[in-house]
């Protein structure tokens, strides 16, 4: 508890504290009994107490009597970070007519560090005797991402600088003009909100397969950690895909939905219960609504809260439907996303080989890309199924599919490129639909391919956001179909984009192209290599300029994860994390020429002085 009250101890300034804190004391605490009540307050920053213990509770308190204009903003800035649920204290800080205005859920401007507070001016004046004084406060700082009102998260990096203009009212201080969205230092933004995905069905309009309409796709979103995270958490979902995922995603319910209950909760066997209002929602028929509890289910279960069965139900309370954990799974991201049982990649002979997770030594795989192969090959991609793959032969010009079964017949190329020093194919990639991707990388005319089905003739899909003199040069797409993470050069520079596959009506057919590229890793100066990771988390290796090369995971809206740190690694060419996260991670990189592996909990294994391009299916 010391540590904790030093974290705290930043909240105190020299005069008057301006945040409390309450924690939780007993069995789950054990050090409270010996807390120690004396010894000074040592000034802590932000970034020591961005980790504050889950049981703590931090609360704003009030302006006092006689605050001067800084005194003020500082108190209504730390009253913005604090636990209060619908920040009544930091509305005492405003004059009345900004309480009314102010909306604190319009979005979040998040900075470095806390922002700079200074009195920019001030003006003085007499009115019918009484002295009337307006000053204005800057705030100043370096802004590295924006939230917007739908809880979406963007890395936007620019200085900050905006205005906060107080004016007497009553006699005292108060804020009367303030900027709209809450500002928040980087650690304080950690500390109070935590990405949450939301589950959203995937538009793949008719060129889905039979199940297709039932592929739900991860839509990460921040929101506050200890406030009623249940309750927000649906209400989010309610609000509807955030703006990137909007074209290509759909949710299961009506328009106008809206959740009646003021708090939701877990009952003591992890039910969850949802009242429902809306006219559309109550006529609902039994399809519909259980494709509502699967969203509901699996948003909410991505609180690392394992639910048992959610309830939907009318205004009323009359029951809609019920959808119990067994019933969700035909919903699973996980059914389209592939095992994490193997990891495949291609041996010194450039043959196919797989590695099991108690497995210490890689084996051929069966049929032509392995035991009976007579093509080396470069690269390798395994079907979500296991039960095909296709590979690129060693010079990169062609690409083959074929079965990995004994027997299995090579056939011709599916696609033949022209070959050269910079040209031939990428590492090809298989979507949970059975479409494999994969692009061209000829400098002349660089392009993105499809092939529907894995066997289908090679359809060119367009990217109009690249530039004169982009290629991709490496690729790897969603389970769900509708995103793909894109390896962009241009000169000898390689950045990271997320890209949004569209499927539109065109005289009677489906096109695909992929829009809006977003720049999902904007600090790393060069990116080597790039691998899903989950269902919004992609594993990264590259690196910031001037600095060594790293592995890291990155959410796919441009924040950093909330998952563990990797063990330091340098040299990596190639990397394969699972798609599914059924289970506890292993990861797979080339290096230097050779295959190394990290199973939980361990450090970074030699698996062969001799490989390349490890993948895991997908």
Same mark, same amino acid.
């Given at each position: 508890?010391?540590?904790?009250?030093?974290?705290?101890?930043?909240?105190?300034?020299?005069? *008057? @504290?301006?945040?409390?804190? !309450?924690?939780?004391?007993?069995?789950?605490? =054990?050090?409270?009994?010996?807390?120690?009540?004396?010894?000074?307050?040592?000034?802590?920053?932000?970034?020591?107490?961005?980790?504050?213990?889950?049981?703590?509770?931090?609360? /704003?308190?009030?302006?006092?009597?006689?605050?001067?204009?800084?005194?003020?903003?500082?108190? &209504?800035?730390?009253?913005?970070?604090?636990?209060?649920?619908?920040?009544? *204290?930091?509305?005492?800080?405003? =004059?009345?007519?900004?309480?009314?205005?102010?909306?604190?859920?319009?979005?979040?401007? #998040?900075?470095?560090?806390?922002?700079? #507070?200074?009195?920019?001016?001030?003006?003085?004046?007499?009115?019918?005797?009484?002295?009337?004084?307006?000053?204005?406060?800057?705030?100043?700082?370096?802004?590295?991402?924006?939230?917007?009102?739908?809880?979406?998260?963007?890395?936007?990096?620019?200085?900050?600088?905006?205005?906060?203009?107080?004016?007497?009212?009553?006699?005292?201080?108060?804020?009367?003009?303030?900027?709209?969205?809450? %500002?928040?230092?980087?650690?304080? &933004?950690?500390?109070?909100?935590?990405?949450?995905?939301?589950?959203?069905?995937?538009?793949?309009?008719?060129?889905?397969?039979?199940?297709?309409?039932?592929?739900? %796709?991860?839509?990460?979103?921040?929101?506050?950690?200890?406030?009623?995270?249940?309750?927000?958490?649906?209400?989010?979902?309610?609000?509807?895909? *955030?703006?990137? +995922?909007?074209?290509?995603?759909?949710?299961?319910?009506?328009?106008?939905?809206?959740?009646?209950?003021?708090?939701?909760?877990?009952?003591?066997?992890?039910?969850?219960?949802?009242? +429902?209002?809306?006219?559309?929602?109550?006529?609902?028929?039994?399809?519909?609504?259980?494709?509502?509890?699967?969203?509901?289910?699996?948003?909410?279960?991505?609180?690392?809260?394992?639910?048992?069965? %959610? *309830?939907?139900?009318?205004?009323?309370?009359?029951?809609?439907?019920? !959808?119990?954990?067994?019933?969700?799974? =035909?919903?699973?991201?996980?059914?389209?996303?592939?095992?994490?049982?193997?990891?495949?990649?291609?041996?010194?002979?450039?043959?196919? #080989?797989? !590695?099991?997770?108690?497995?210490?030594?890689?084996?051929? %795989?069966?049929?032509? &890309?392995?035991?009976?192969?007579?093509?080396?090959?470069?690269?390798?991609?395994?079907?979500?199924?296991?039960?095909?793959?296709?590979?690129?032969?060693?010079?990169?010009?062609?690409? &083959? #599919?074929?079965?990995?079964?004994?027997?299995?017949?090579?056939?011709?190329?599916?696609?033949?490129?022209?070959?050269?020093?910079?040209?031939? +194919?990428?590492?090809?990639?298989?979507?949970?639909?059975?479409?494999?991707?994969? =692009?061209?990388?000829?400098?002349?005319?660089?392009?993105?391919?499809?092939?529907?089905?894995?066997?289908?003739?090679?359809?060119?899909?367009?990217?109009?956001?690249?530039?004169?003199?982009?290629?991709?040069?490496?690729?790897?797409?969603?389970?769900?179909?509708?995103?793909?993470?894109?390896?962009?050069?241009?000169?000898?520079?390689?950045?990271?984009?997320?890209?949004?596959?569209?499927?539109? @009506?065109?005289?009677?057919?489906?096109?695909?192209?992929?829009?809006?590229? +977003?720049?999902?890793? @904007?600090?790393?100066?060069?990116?080597?290599?790039?691998?899903?990771?989950?269902?919004?988390?992609? !594993?990264?290796?590259?690196?910031?300029?001037?600095?060594?090369?790293?592995?890291?995971?990155?959410?796919?809206?441009?924040?950093?994860?909330? /998952?563990?740190?990797?063990?330091?690694?340098?040299?990596?060419?190639?990397?394969?994390?699972?798609?599914?996260?059924?289970?506890?991670?292993?990861?797979?990189?080339?290096?230097?020429?050779?295959?190394?592996?990290?199973?939980?909990?361990?450090?970074?294994?030699?698996?062969?002085?001799?490989?390349?391009?490890?993948?895991?299916?997908?």
């Amino acid at each position: 508890m010391s540590a904790v009250r030093g974290r705290l101890a930043r909240r105190y300034r020299r005069r *008057t @504290p301006r945040i409390t804190a !309450l924690a939780l004391c007993g069995t789950v605490l =054990a050090g409270c009994a010996s807390m120690p009540d004396d010894g000074d307050v040592v000034p802590v920053d932000s970034a020591q107490r961005a980790d504050v213990d889950s049981q703590v509770r931090v609360y /704003g308190v009030p302006p006092h009597k006689g605050e001067r204009p800084e005194e003020l903003v500082t108190g &209504f800035l730390e009253a913005t970070t604090s636990d209060d649920p619908d920040y009544a *204290t930091a509305r005492m800080y405003l =004059a009345k007519g900004a309480q009314q205005q102010w909306n604190p859920s319009r979005g979040i401007t #998040v900075l470095a560090g806390a922002p700079h #507070v200074s009195v920019e001016r001030s003006g003085a004046g007499d009115r019918g005797g009484d002295r009337e004084e307006a000053v204005t406060v800057t705030l100043t700082g370096r802004q590295v991402a924006t939230v917007d009102a739908r809880h979406a998260y963007k890395p936007d990096e620019s200085d900050f600088k905006e205005q906060i203009h107080i004016a007497r009212e009553d006699g005292e201080w108060r804020i009367d003009r303030l900027p709209s969205q809450l %500002v928040l230092g980087s650690a304080d &933004f950690q500390r109070i909100y935590r990405s949450v995905n939301k589950y959203y069905f995937a538009e793949l309009g008719s060129g889905g397969t039979g199940r297709g309409r039932d592929v739900l %796709v991860a839509d990460p979103v921040y929101l506050r950690k200890r406030i009623d995270p249940v309750t927000a958490t649906v209400n989010a979902l309610l609000d509807g895909p *955030t703006g990137w +995922l909007d074209p290509v995603a759909a949710t299961a319910f009506p328009t106008g939905t809206r959740v009646m209950d003021r708090r939701l909760a877990l009952d003591d066997s992890n039910a969850l219960k949802v009242r +429902l209002g809306g006219e559309r929602a109550a006529g609902v028929g039994q399809e519909q609504c259980r494709r509502m509890a699967a969203q509901l289910m699996y948003t909410v279960q991505d609180q690392s809260v394992k639910v048992s069965e %959610v *309830t939907l139900q009318r205004e009323d309370g009359a029951r809609l439907c019920s !959808l119990g954990r067994e019933q969700a799974r =035909a919903y699973a991201p996980e059914q389209i996303a592939g095992h994490a049982d193997r990891q495949y990649f291609v041996d010194a002979q450039h043959r196919v #080989v797989s !590695l099991g997770e108690g497995e210490d030594e890689a084996r051929r %795989v069966p049929g032509p &890309f392995g035991a009976d192969g007579q093509t080396p090959l470069r690269a390798v991609a395994v079907d979500r199924a296991e039960r095909r793959a296709a590979g690129v032969s060693s010079d990169g010009r062609s690409l &083959f #599919v074929a079965g990995l079964e004994p027997g299995a017949a090579l056939g011709e190329a599916r696609l033949t490129v022209r070959g050269g020093a910079k040209a031939g +194919l990428t590492t090809p990639s298989w979507d949970g639909l059975g479409d494999l991707w994969v =692009a061209d990388q000829d400098p002349e005319h660089p392009r993105l391919l499809r092939l529907p089905g894995g066997t289908g003739a090679p359809e060119e899909v367009p990217v109009p956001q690249l530039a004169r003199g982009e290629r991709i040069t490496g690729l790897r797409v969603a389970a769900d179909g509708v995103r793909i993470a894109l390896l962009v050069t241009k000169d000898e520079r390689t950045v990271l984009r997320l890209g949004r596959v569209e499927r539109r @009506p065109v005289n009677g057919r489906l096109t695909l192209s992929v829009q809006e590229l +977003l720049a999902v890793a @904007p600090k790393l100066e060069q990116v080597d290599a790039v691998s899903w990771a989950g269902g919004s988390r992609l !594993l990264v290796a590259g690196s910031e300029k001037g600095g060594l090369q790293q592995l890291q995971y990155i959410e796919t809206d441009g924040s950093l994860s909330n /998952g563990s740190a990797l063990p330091g690694i340098t040299g990596v060419r190639g990397v394969a994390a699972a798609e599914s996260t059924s289970k506890a991670p292993t990861l797979v990189a080339e290096r230097d020429g050779g295959i190394v592996r990290l199973l939980p909990d361990t450090s970074w294994k030699l698996v062969t002085k001799e490989g390349s391009a490890p993948v895991y299916p997908g």
